[in-house]
């Protein structure tokens, strides 16, 4: 804009994002205001101006200008962390993936990702993750089988296939029976102490698909010779308590408390009826 100057009568150029503040003349040094800017066209005198269009900076669609969370991906907009979408494991998806593929890359995410994995883990229906677990039992299980056929074997004659025919009835009533049995035994000791450490903020269904997808990952362990069995019981715990603190939402201690206590009072409750037994014998 071209303003005379009150003081000298000097026509200077000012910038137009300067209306309406105070400058100095260039000629004589004095000072001297701007005028205001024009209103807008179709836009009256002392009107407010239309606020300007507002995107969310994560999935860049159009928000509302006060809005603190995205309506479209639920991304907090004032610096809060934003709850991450549940909707896995990928076994949940195995329709979409496929059976095998979904199976095996949920028990990888579980026994190496189990942070990742249980952070994105729905929370409700525990029906699936029953499946999962009976799955990979079947699995450990058949491995397992596998060897003491092999040992039995080496009897020979009718003893031997009696034995192979008993081992594999049993393998199969564990499946089915004492796999999700046991699973829902732990998942309401789990979930009481939850409940007791005032820790459990999400219904019994989210701690049951946290211990049969975190045991259930474990189980193909079942399948090693000799070890197996014990693998399984400590990678299994250890993804349990990542699985209970995702899941609930807590820390890890008080994840761990929920888990391992249960355990600690039924080793000691096996201590001390070890110990009655060898004393009752002596006596």
């Known amino acids: 804009m071209q303003v005379q100057c009150p003081s000298c009568s000097a026509i200077a150029t000012h910038p137009d994002e300067r209306a309406g503040q105070v400058v100095i003349c260039p000629s ?31 999935c860049a669609e159009v928000i509302q200008p006060e809005a603190v969370k995205c309506p479209h991906c639920q991304q907090f907009l004032d610096g809060r962390r934003s709850e991450p979408e549940r909707n896995g494991p990928d076994w949940e998806r195995r329709s979409e993936l496929g059976f095998w593929p979904a199976l095996f890359a949920t028990i990888k995410g579980v026994l190496f990702a189990p942070a990742e994995t249980f952070e994105k883990t729905k929370l409700d229906g525990p029906w699936s993750a029953l499946g999962f677990c009976m799955c990979t039992a079947a699995i450990g299980v058949s491995g397992a089988v596998v060897w003491e056929v092999l040992k039995l074997a080496a009897l020979g004659g009718s003893s031997g296939a ?9 393998a199969i009533g564990a499946v089915l029976i004492l796999v999700p049995l046991s699973m829902a035994i732990l998942a309401g ?39 197996g069995s014990l693998i399984n019981t400590i990678w299994g715990t250890v993804s349990c308590i990542h699985a209970v603190a995702k899941m609930h939402r807590i820390t ?23 110990v009655a037994i060898a004393i009752s014998q002596r006596a």
């Open 162 to 170: 009696m034995l192979s025919a008993g081992i594999f009835m049993g």
């Open 252 to 274: 890890y201690g008080r994840a761990a408390a929920a888990v391992l206590i249960p355990f600690g009072v039924f080793f000691v409750i096996c201590v001390a009826i070890g």
């Open 189 to 227: 000791v789990v979930h009481l102490m939850l409940l007791i450490l005032g820790a459990a903020k999400e219904p019994f269904s989210a701690t049951l698909r946290a211990t049969a997808y975190s045991f259930g990952g474990s189980y193909v362990f079942v399948a090693i010779p000799a070890c």
């Open 28 to 58: 004589c040094g004095g000072q001297m205001q701007l005028p205001a800017a024009a209103a807008a066209p179709g836009v009256e005198a002392g009107a407010t101006a239309p606020p300007t269009v507002r995107r969310c900076p994560k």
